[in-house]
């Protein structure tokens, strides 16, 4: 009996031994559990984070690329432009556009005019004294520009029965020198022309976009920053515009005009050496 229950004594103490460890086993085991499923959520927390973040960035940088193309300054024109009231912008452009036009012909015309004067001139007088008046005339007709031309009549002139005396044929130089400058001058006019219209239409721009800001100062019946902004901006739209087109304009104009007067200076010159040639000429009457 005694043998009983000290078996019995000893199972039940085992049992109560085991119960605590066992207990323990379990909730280690819990919190392992617990740590490693906190450990998995947070690393799909980051990696859902990180896809996040990778497709948020390309249209962050779609927004920023639209915004940065803006700022260009083919946008920033064309949006300043629209702003400044498309009617008087566009008599500012087109102001801006024939102005441009008659620049470029001047340019033209008057870079195809320039000669090499001392060299044209060297030839020319080699003729001369050769007595080859004929193919004088000849290689001045075949020369572009008012030298050439100035030349061809004084031999011309020389060449002839009539008029190859020396008064006569300054008279003829001077007469041709007068209508070549003045060719060279040609559309001149137009170019001071659209210098001036072109602030003028910027200042009138300006007149209208005071008067649309006092119309809308009147109609909203306050004078606050938001009514007067819109015809403010649009009159200092239109003078900006019309302002730098007037000084677009000008630097062109001032290149032609210095053209045009080392091309006088040429023709003086050349007028001086044509006299002299003929003076020195057997066909010239003294």
Same mark, same amino acid.
């Given at each position: $009996? ?7 004594? $000893? ?25 490693v ?24 940088e ?53 000669v ?20 004088a005339?000849? !290689? ?20 002839s ?40 239409l ?25 009514v ?24 062109? !104009?001032?290149?032609i ?15 001086m ?12 009457k003294?």
């Amino acid at each position: $009996m005694k043998k009983y229950f000290a078996i019995v004594a $000893m199972v039940a103490a085992c049992t109560f031994g085991m119960t605590p460890s066992v207990m323990a086993q379990d909730e280690a085991a819990e919190a392992a559990t617990e740590q490693v499923v906190d450990s998995a959520e947070a690393v799909v927390d980051s990696a859902a984070v990180d896809s996040v973040a990778e497709e948020a960035a390309p249209a962050v940088e779609e927004e920023v690329a639209p915004v940065e193309e803006e700022e260009g300054l083919h946008k920033t024109l064309k949006t300043k432009f629209i702003e400044g009231d498309a009617g008087f912008m566009s008599l500012v452009a087109v102001a801006l556009v024939l102005g441009l036009a008659f620049c470029i012909e001047r340019v033209i015309y008057l870079t195809l005019a320039q000669v090499n004067t001392r060299k044209f001139l060297d030839t020319i007088r080699g003729k001369v004294e050769a007595g080859k008046i004929d193919e004088a005339i000849s !290689y001045c007709a075949g020369t572009r520009g008012p030298v050439a031309q100035i030349s061809k009549k004084a031999m011309e002139c020389l060449n002839s029965n009539d008029q190859n005396d020396i008064a006569t044929i300054e008279r003829n130089i001077n007469t041709e020198a007068e209508v070549q400058g003045a060719y060279l001058e040609e559309n001149c006019s137009w170019i001071t022309l659209f210098i001036a219209m072109a602030p003028s239409l910027g200042f009138l721009g300006t007149v209208i976009g005071m008067v649309q800001a006092f119309d809308d100062i009147e109609r909203a019946g306050d004078i606050s920053p938001t009514v007067v902004a819109g015809g403010m901006k649009v009159a200092l739209i239109t003078t900006i515009f019309g302002i730098v087109v007037a000084l677009i304009l000008q630097v062109f !104009y001032n290149y032609i005009l210095s053209r045009i007067e080392a091309i006088n200076s040429n023709m003086e010159e050349t007028a001086m050496s044509l006299l002299e040639m003929c003076v020195k000429s057997p066909k010239c009457k003294k």
